[in-house]
């Protein structure tokens, strides 16, 4: 199975701030890479799909990027709205693997 | 708009059995394949099955493979896990979650999810 390993585990930061959140494959996956915002209490909701692309109606403040092993989701000015906690997930083989999850808290 | 609506999670004894179902609308079920997706309480995300749009390829993750069985009634736009020989290890909130593609897996829209609790 390809494990799915996100740093940091967590964060804290101020609105307004830029962030970067990272996610490392034990193999190559190409592009396979998914990322995920999961609210409390609430469904994950798709970000980022095949590594760069936006899903529709997400703003355009979070970006995704990398190839291979190490994958990137980046916010560019962080909103209240998006604390939350994140997820990584690859799409490259079954079983598909979930990172373990960021979470983004207020400072 | 994409709503998937899912049902029967509930407390259930180890080695005791459940069946979820899963209501799709505002898409055309047919034409997409699907999902299970679980989360533990306080913990991250793991898939646990795949279902084509046909219903003739299915995957299950190591877990629960021989105790679980994924379907699904295109004419009745309903996904269904028929879990079986439960665990403790199987509480979670169980999401039914599309994938639009073709060419690799994405879980684009989720259900509000289910919650299932195996305790004596």
């Known amino acids: 199975d390809i494990q799915m390993t996100q740093s940091p585990s967590s964060l804290s930061a101020y609105v307004g701030d830029r962030v970067i959140i990272t996610c490392r494959a034990s193999q190559s996956i190409s592009n396979y890479l998914n990322w995920y915002q999961q609210k409390p209490g609430k469904a994950p909701k798709l970000l980022i799909y095949v590594a760069s692309n936006s899903q529709s109606g997400v703003p355009s403040r979070f970006s995704g990027g990398g190839s291979g092993t190490d994958f990137t989701l980046t916010i560019s000015s962080l909103q209240p709205e998006d604390f939350a906690t994140y997820y990584c997930q690859q799409s490259y083989s079954i079983p598909w693997t979930f990172g373990q999850g960021t979470k983004v808290e207020i400072e | 708009e994409v709503q998937l609506v899912e049902s029967g999670g509930g407390l259930v004894q180890p080695g005791g059995s459940l069946r979820l179902s899963c209501a799709a609308s505002g898409f055309t079920f047919s034409s997409y394949e699907m999902n299970w997706v679980r989360q533990a309480p306080g913990k991250g995300l793991e898939w646990v099955s795949y279902?084509?749009?046909?219903?003739?390829?299915?995957h299950y993750a190591d877990s629960v493979k021989g105790r679980f069985t994924i379907s699904r009634d295109n004419a009745k736009n309903s996904l269904y896990l028929r879990m079986n020989s439960l665990r403790a290890e199987d509480t979670a909130v169980y999401y039914c979650a599309r994938d639009p593609s073709t060419f690799t897996t994405i879980f684009d829209s989720w259900g509000q999810g289910s919650l299932v609790t195996v305790s004596s």
């Open positions: 279902i084509s749009s046909s219903g003739s390829t299915i």
